[in-house]
């Protein structure tokens, strides 16, 4: 393949390079990023207050030059043996689907390791093993051959020939994470660290053949203050490194009790010298709802004309059937 007209090579560098630079970022971000703990890390897996909880997140970006959406579900589900399992699939698209990656994994997290007074230290350990397929799709591609410098573009079928358009590889991760549960601090700390891509993965559309897909080392941490009943404030911070590309994030979220089964919550998180993205979110019963846009604040923003992004998530919860302590906490996420 020669060429690609310049909006849909865009769209490809942006798919395998979806932070604030197209060195060797490939792994999709999120600015709800604790909506979504499969990605996050794998020992995170069952880490709340129910028997099974299924999550949902959609983010879109750069729609005014170069459609780019990933979206992702995810399933969990407790056990009262310190096991705790999951799934999760997810799909980002670039150029109206001129190139997907798409990844599904299972997960694992062991959450026996308790210690200190009243065993509210908690120590849990999860892995997770799955497939990334990455594919480009040429009936959404148009090629040099296809323009003609007098009549303009021609829809008339390419002499270009793709030699690989689609490849799949296995892939694992495994991740850590400490939580204190104690009821009785007004400051809960929790954090973790994750490996992904422990296999290296080979990147078929990488440019040269033994290609992999970069480990991602990923360190997340924070703390929820209790200021009243029903009223915290967590602030919180990641920090990813993959290949030659960084992402760090400090924000904050607070949760207000509105009423018996309602809550609001708002916040902000900076992607440093990259968005700004305020963050507003409900919960209902066992449903929570988030909305967050990313203000981009770099200069790739000027490059792409102001173009920001949008993400919006939607969490069920079920309840407990045996109830843990009220005032527990058990669940490291916003």
Not at 274 to 289: E, H, K, Q, R, V
Request: charged share 15%; aromatic share 12%.
């Amino acid at each position: 393949m020669k060429s690609i007209n310049k909006i849909t090579l865009l769209c490809v560098l942006l798919a395998v390079a979806s932070l604030n630079t197209v060195k060797a970022q490939v792994d999709p971000h999120f600015s709800q990023y604790y909506v979504y703990p499969a990605w996050l890390n794998p020992a995170l897996t069952g880490a709340f207050d129910g028997d099974y909880r299924v999550s949902g997140i959609y983010r879109n970006q750069w729609g005014n030059i170069a459609p780019f959406s990933t979206e992702s579900i995810a399933g969990e589900f407790t056990t009262n043996k310190n096991a705790n399992f999951g799934v999760n699939l997810l799909n980002q698209s670039a150029g109206n689907g001129a190139y997907t990656y798409t990844t599904a994994y299972g997960s694992y997290s062991y959450t026996g390791v308790r210690f200190g007074s009243g065993e509210f230290q908690r120590i849990a350990i999860g892995i997770q093993g799955g497939i990334i397929r990455q594919a480009f799709n040429p009936s959404k591609m148009t090629f040099e051959d296809q323009w003609n410098p007098v009549t303009g573009y021609s829809p008339s079928a390419s002499t270009e020939a793709l030699t690989v358009t689609s490849h799949t590889s296995f892939d694992a991760g495994l991740g850590i994470l400490y939580f204190d549960a104690d009821p009785a601090k007004k400051a809960n700390v929790f954090g973790g660290v994750s490996v992904s891509h422990i296999t290296r993965p080979t990147d078929k559309f990488a440019g040269t053949a033994d290609a992999t897909i970069p480990i991602r080392t990923l360190v997340h941490a924070g703390v929820r203050f209790t200021l009243d009943e029903g009223t915290y404030i967590t602030p919180n911070l990641l920090y990813a490194h993959q290949g030659s590309a960084d992402e760090k994030m400090v924000g904050a979220v607070a949760s207000l009790r509105a009423s018996e089964e309602t809550d609001v919550m708002f916040g902000v998180n900076y992607r440093i010298n990259d968005a700004i993205a305020p963050y507003i979110g409900y919960t209902w019963n066992s449903w929570a709802l988030g909305a967050s846009y990313d203000i981009n604040s770099s200069q790739l923003g000027k490059m792409v004309h102001g173009s920001n992004a949008f993400e919006i998530s939607l969490t069920f919860t079920s309840k407990k059937k045996v109830k843990t302590s009220p005032a527990e906490f058990v669940c490291p996420r916003l």
